[in-house]
């Protein structure tokens, strides 16, 4: 570990005042004895100190040998239905519910409630583990920042940081088992759809530093309103020790307003003067964004410049644990965009981006100033799919979004979903012109309209919330690329609109 980490770790008195103490994790060598004494379950069929595990479990058809199978239950699926299945495979011992009828005599823990049990066991392992743990938490940019933290502290110390999106009460548990004895660091996301929620998760995780990316409409309907949505992400900065830190996106004024209920050091990182990590001399060549942080140059193979903040995020962890810049900028340029989130996957004959991950009304909002900002030789073309979980004010957002993307100038918009007529409704409201607009219910029909207007030289985003499967239309715009040339293209645009 470098004598700077120690020295920062040292700092935060908190990590030597604790006490030793739907996915599968690697982990440290444990026995079902430490999972007894973590839950207070009881042991069946074994003596829980002779069985031992390097790996947990929650689906059976992950199971290999050595493995510890904890059966969840779910809204689909109740995982004592595959306990036998598990053992088939090779673990070795399960956790298992009191309430529940399994047939097999098997080692394993029995305990009141298997939810609560795997965040008993994530909260001991925590304990027992020295990495200096961040939560990364906010309406937007999550994983991305979750990502660049990573690869900035990469650069010179070991880590692990969550895996794909394990950042919920199951998956932020799986994600704290995957911390190891050699790790000096651990980056792990939380997010939040009730109140409350990511102050179980900080419960569990106990995260010296805390990482707040914005605060904006998401999963309103489960929330109620943007307040209680800044209380729930204003969680995370409560629940830091004193002598830990928080970084906060200086530029959002919710982001500003939640770090006074810290009681930690706040660390506001953004584009404005008024920050205490602040970026300037920012470029975008469509490629990468290049900028300027107290004296040292900073390349990221990103497009969008709200990027920066993210950016500046991880850049402004890794210096308070003493990381150099230079290093700091190495780690930075090795970031490659996740998967469906603003990914450039093609450039010829016209460019793609894949924004498909997800949506929600700050999300979008930077999705069309990024499509915006593209330098192109063609036209720019938003296809947007319904942004869910708004509640009562979903069709007032979607015409907002609708508005912005007119005002931007973007050339043309295709809408799919229930909310579609909303969001066109908004664009022509700030003058663009039926034959830039489309409709649709069907992902055959966006292709077919995109096949009509797409020419080389153009951009096009394709962006909705996850559970609309944009991510189809992205595999059907790749294949367009390789129907034959000689095909003849639409007479016009109006007629596949």
Known sequence: ????????????????????????TGMERSTLRDVQTATGGRAQASDPAAVAFDRVTTDSRTARPGDLFWAL????????????????????????QENKTVAGNFPAIVVPDVLQGLQDFARSHRQRMDALVIGVTGSVGKTTTREMLHAAISST???CRSRKNFNNHIGLPLSVLDIERRHEFAVLEMAASHSGEIRQLADVARPEVGVLTGIGVAHLASFGSIETIAATKTELLESLPSGGFAVINGDDPRCRAAGVRARCRVIAAGERADNVLRATAIESDG???????????YTLRAIGRHHVSTALAAIAVAKEVGIKPRDIADGLVQFAAVEGRCQMRQRQPWTLIDDTYNA???????????????????RRIL???????????SAAWHTAIGELAARLGIDGLIAVGQYAADVLAGARGQGMHSEQLAQCDDLDVVTAILDCWLAPGDVVLVKGSRSMRMERVVDRLMALTNIQENIAPCASTRACA
Do not use: W, Y
Not at 77 to 90: K, L, N, Y
Not at 287 to 296: H, M, N, Y
Not at 383 to 393: I, K, S, T, Y
């Open 360 to 378: 929600n009304p700050s999300s979008a909002e930077a999705a069309c100033r990024l499509l915006s900002d593209c330098k192109c030789e063609g």
């Open 157 to 159: 110390c070991e880590g």
């Open 1 to 24: 570990m470098l004598p700077e980490l120690i020295t920062f770790v040292s700092r935060l008195f908190v990590l030597l005042a604790i006490a030793p103490a739907a996915g599968s």
């Open 73 to 96: 239950e779910g809204s689909r699926h109740d995982g004592h239905d595959f306990v036998a299945d598990a053992i088939g495979r090779g673990a070795v011992a399960c956790v298992v």
């Open 383 to 393: 296809v947007l799919a319904d942004m869910l979980e708004l509640g009562p004010e």
């Open 287 to 297: 490629q990468a964004l290049r900028f300027r942080v107290d004296g040292t140059a």
